[in-house]
């Protein structure tokens, strides 16, 4: 086994057992451990991007090293190290939990970052488990008790729920096949997907994921966390938790060939309900998170597309949708944190009169959410449009066509934000916003590249394609 | 299509400016904001003299697809930046450049958020004038959306009467016609085979089956249709033209909904010829009832603002009739309307900002006798007016005229009818001009300025180019056909 293609993993678990032995010290100095935060993740990001081309199994072939789980580490680490900006004021988080704040982050990281590399059943189920049960404590920290632990529970009662199905299906995989490392799966499932079994047990399976990601019907902890959540935390829940759901998705539904008739076709139905209700629900919501809440249902819809056309294209579809998700969730949660400067909740009525109390936050916001809406020339349209092209590929033109049509419908509550952001004035003038030199310049860098990798997509598709390659 | 090579890249430069000044405004502090209009102005004004260049440059005797620019894009889906002009855009480029120069013009007064404004009064003519001049179906797509969004808050924030509402319905309506395009230019990507979204190599003969293409063309046309104002999937169009400021109203108006139109000439028509002929008959009842329900309706309105947005709704009817006789006349009366109907609207609006910036209010019954307050803003309107009826010697005759005889040619009884709508529109067209502009005056309104020269030089190009076109009609035509005919000759009979 080759160390250096595990780097990402080692530096990540390093970092969160340091935070560990820090949290057992007294003394707690919350600006230095941001710093130390911000340094370990930029490394971890760093390691990533060197061991992109690496390649190899480790730990006896239970996991797998190549660039499909290269490039999910890179966007992982780098999701992390941009929650991490966002953590200089964690005002929702009392002090004396900052350094179990970070423990959990860092672990969650290692976890998901495991997730995308797993080449064996209980790496699956251990790896996502260890991510799920550290975003459960993560959502239970916020400093309002109440909130935090409904949505807590609430989160961890459905996560477990999801966790016992996502077992049983593995159970009967591996009982259909006998085999328990997913390449092996890859080479006899094709020949026995056909049978209820399997198809049932590979649909157990996928729950868990579909869990992650926030399908219908696994979905109904994401309104009610994203909510409970501290802002941060949300932002991270919205972000790289959905990367990795992504990324696990992907590798296991390749696995599985041409996924047969009913697969495609029950995936067909999450994905126009996912759509629908995500939409629908959003359209009612007036706190902004939950209203993103509702808008990643719906986006878990846009990215099942992809997945079932079960070619290629629909791979690397949804490996750029999993880059163009990264990065406009969390332009829009940069935005929202940095409104809600105190921590609280933020009602969409309560961005009145942003275009003038900070210019550049006003503006990151409306591209986020023209980008969530797939309003070209932004990344969000062509990671819509890399779906569609693929599913048409496949013949599924109504699922196209309701996509669209769902599209049209998320823009009503997007545009009702952005008339917020840019129409509504303050019932009493609001100061201007403070926001920090580095935010504004990162909020800047995200608005350009939203833009840029829309119009000019072509090295990230390519990246894309390469680590759909690998799948396969 | 014959293709020829490209020079000097006039059509990126006309895209760089319209970008170029959008950046440099974006970087001008907002309370400069002379410096904002006057760079407005003359970024405008350049892109101006370049789409005259190209429309005067374009050699006509050879014809075909010219000023070609060709940059691989997006490789693995075979999507290029590909631009180029030939007869059927060059009359839109036009257009949008003297309504962008003279909408920048018309807007000097503006005080409010200046700067922001004419950023994304210049981010949605960029989109325009990109899908008039784009020849690859993704970047049809980019530029029909990112002509769309700027105005929404165009709209909402510089707008009046009901303007949250109007500019909310013409997104939703504009993005539910998207709704339709996308599926339909993706779908057609696939079943060609090719993978290209080049239009050129798209539209050969063969490539879509007459199956392909009847299934494609309704999704494009109705697509494309809304957004042209196409009956009954206008009405997003009467309350946007109203709720829009003066600028707006006339690019919204004037130029974009001439996009529904082209759209459907440039994707619709050109790779679903079988599917044109076979919707033709419904496309023509779309259009000869869209031509009567626009006059009609119009004839009921007391709001200057809807009388001639009603009136847009009969004149792009006419366009779609047009389009609808599956003729060289009926293509070359459409594009002809276009972009008198463009000139003409744009002036009407513009005339009638005027009006309202002074008298604050633009209801015909609190009007009247304008002519005598303000002779020369009422001159321009009246102008336009004429226009809008069709009268000889200027634009918009020639338009009319040729669909008409191409639509009584093929479909006599709905020809016909439409025909006579043109009667009822020339009826409402005269008594708003005779209760604005004539009759008793309202004394609130006697001590008003007329335009001055310097608000009126907008009013003043537009009026000019209704009349050159109207009296040298074959300075348009002669370019319109060396598109128009070949086309139709290369269409299966």
Redesign the interface.
């Given at each position: 086994m080759n160390w250096m293609s595990f780097a990402p993993e080692l530096i990540t678990l390093t970092s969160a057992l340091w935070f560990l032995l820090l949290s057992m010290t007294a003394r707690s100095d919350p600006k230095r451990e941001h710093v130390a935060a911000l340094v370990l993740s930029a490394l971890g990001l760093a390691a990533c991007l060197a061991s992109v081309g690496a390649e190899g199994y480790c730990f006896a072939g239970a996991y797998k090293v190549d660039l499909f789980s290269q490039v999910f580490k890179v966007l992982l680490a780098a999701g992390l190290f941009l929650i991490v900006t966002l953590c200089g004021e964690l005002s929702d988080i009392e002090e004396r939990n900052r350094r179990e704040f970070y423990v959990l982050l860092f672990v969650c990281t290692l976890a998901m970052m495991l997730l995308v590399g797993a080449n064996h059943f209980l790496v699956v189920f251990i790896s996502l488990e260890l991510s799920s049960y550290s975003l459960y404590v993560l959502v239970a920290l916020r400093r309002d008790r109440g909130l935090g632990l409904e949505a807590g529970i609430k989160y961890f009662l459905v996560g477990i729920f999801a966790s016992g199905v996502m077992i049983f299906g593995l159970a009967l995989l591996y009982g259909a096949s006998g085999i328990a490392a997913l390449d092996g799966m890859a080479r006899v499932l094709p020949g026995i997907i056909h049978q209820p079994a399997v198809v049932i047990g590979l649909l157990l399976t996928l729950s868990g994921f579909f869990f992650k990601l926030a399908v219908f019907p696994f979905h109904f902890w994401a309104p009610d966390a994203y909510q409970g959540a501290a802002n941060q935390v949300s932002a991270y829940i919205a972000t790289a938790s959905k990367v990795a759901a992504i990324g696990v998705l992907v590798r296991v539904i390749a696995s599985a060939g041409d996924g047969g008739t009913y697969l495609v076709h029950v995936l067909a139905v999450l994905s126009v309900v996912s759509m629908t209700v995500g939409n629908l629900a959003a359209i009612a919501q007036q706190d902004l998170k939950r209203l993103l809440a509702y808008s990643t249902v719906a986006h878990a819809g846009y990215v099942l597309i992809g997945v079932l056309s079960m070619n290629p294209a629909g791979y690397s579809a949804a490996v750029f949708y999993a880059f163009a998700l990264l990065v406009m969730k969390f332009t829009a949660f940069l935005v929202l944190v940095e409104v809600a400067s105190d921590g609280g909740n933020l009602r969409v009525e309560e961005l009145a009169g942003l275009?003038r109390r900070s210019p550049i936050l006003a503006l990151a916001l409306m591209v986020s959410l023209?980008s969530l809406a797939g309003?070209?020339?932004t990344v969000g349209?062509t990671g819509k449009?890399l779906v569609?092209?693929a599913a048409?590929?496949e013949g599924h033109?109504t699922l196209?066509?309701i996509a669209?049509?769902n599209?049209?419908i998320s823009?009503?509550y997007y545009?009702l934000v952005?008339?917020a952001a840019?129409?509504l004035e303050p019932r009493q003038e609001l100061p201007a916003l403070r926001v920090s030199p580095p935010l504004k310049l990162l909020s800047g860098v995200l608005v350009i590249a939203m833009v840029a990798a829309g119009f000019f997509?072509?090295q990230i598709?390519?990246v894309a394609?390469s680590a759909a390659k690998a799948l396969l | 299509m014959q293709i020829a090579d490209a020079g000097f890249p006039y059509l990126s430069a006309i895209l760089v400016s319209c970008l170029a000044g959008l950046l440099l405004i974006v970087a001008i502090p907002e309370e400069r904001k002379a410096l904002i209009r006057r760079v407005s102005a003359v970024f405008s004004g350049i892109t101006l003299v370049l789409s005259v260049i190209v429309f005067c440059a374009y050699d006509k005797s050879q014809g075909g697809l010219q000023f070609v620019e060709k940059v691989m894009w997006i490789p693995s889906l075979g999507i290029q930046y590909f631009n180029a002009a030939d007869g059927f855009n060059l009359p839109n480029l036009l257009l949008t450049g003297i309504v962008f120069f003279t909408g920048v013009l018309t807007m000097w007064e503006l005080e409010t958020r200046v700067k922001e404004y004419y950023a994304l009064y210049f981010l949605l003519v960029l989109g325009v004038f990109g899908l008039f001049m784009s020849m690859d179906l993704f970047f049809i797509f980019v530029w029909y959306d990112v002509s769309l969004f700027p105005m929404y808050l165009l709209i909402a924030v510089w707008g009046h009467t009901r303007k949250e509402y109007g500019a909310m319905k013409l997104t939703l309506y504009l993005l539910a016609g998207s709704a339709l395009i996308l599926p339909a230019i993706v779908y057609l990507f696939t079943r060609s085979g090719l993978n290209t979204f080049d239009v050129v190599a798209l539209m050969q003969p063969g490539v879509f089956s007459a199956d392909v293409q009847k299934f494609a063309f309704p999704l494009l046309y109705l697509g494309f249709g809304i957004l042209a104002g196409v009956w009954p999937f206008h009405t997003w169009s009467p309350v946007g033209h109203v709720a829009a400021p003066t600028g707006v109203s006339m690019v919204h108006a004037g130029v974009l909904m001439k996009i529904g139109a082209f759209g459907i000439l440039r994707v619709g028509i050109f790779l679903c010829p079988l599917g044109w002929q076979y919707w033709a008959q419904l496309m023509a009842l779309l259009a000869a009832v869209g031509i009567i329900y626009g006059a009609l309706v119009g004839l009921r309105q007391t709001d200057l603002k809807y009388v001639i947005g009603y009136s847009s709704v009969s004149h792009m009817g006419v366009v779609g009739l047009g389009l609808s006789t599956v003729s060289v006349d009926g293509l070359n009366g459409a594009v002809f309307q276009m972009f008198s109907h463009g000139i003409m609207t744009a002036l009407l609006f513009s005339s009638v900002g005027y009006i309202y910036d002074r008298t604050h209010t633009k209801m015909i019954p609190e009007l009247g006798g304008l002519s005598r307050i303000m002779p020369v803003a009422s001159a321009y309107f009246i102008l336009a007016a004429l226009a809008g009826m069709g009268v000889p010697g200027l634009a918009n005759f020639w338009g009319e005229l040729v669909v008409f005889i191409a639509a009584v040619k093929v479909y006599p009884v709905r020809g016909i009818v439409a025909v006579l709508a043109l009667v009822v529109t020339a009826l409402f067209m005269l008594r708003v001009v005779q209760k604005t502009f004539y009759g008793p005056e309202n004394e609130r309104h006697a001590h008003l300025p007329d335009v001055s020269f310097g608000l009126g030089v907008p009013r003043m190009i537009l009026a000019f180019v209704l009349v050159l076109f109207g009296l040298y009609p074959a300075l348009m035509f002669d370019v319109i056909q060396t598109a128009s005919i070949p086309f139709m000759n290369g269409l299966p009979k």
């Open positions: 275009h023209f309003i070209p020339p349209f449009f569609f092209v048409m590929g033109f196209v066509l669209m049509i599209v049209v823009l009503y545009l952005i008339k840019y129409l997509p072509n598709i390519r394609e | -």
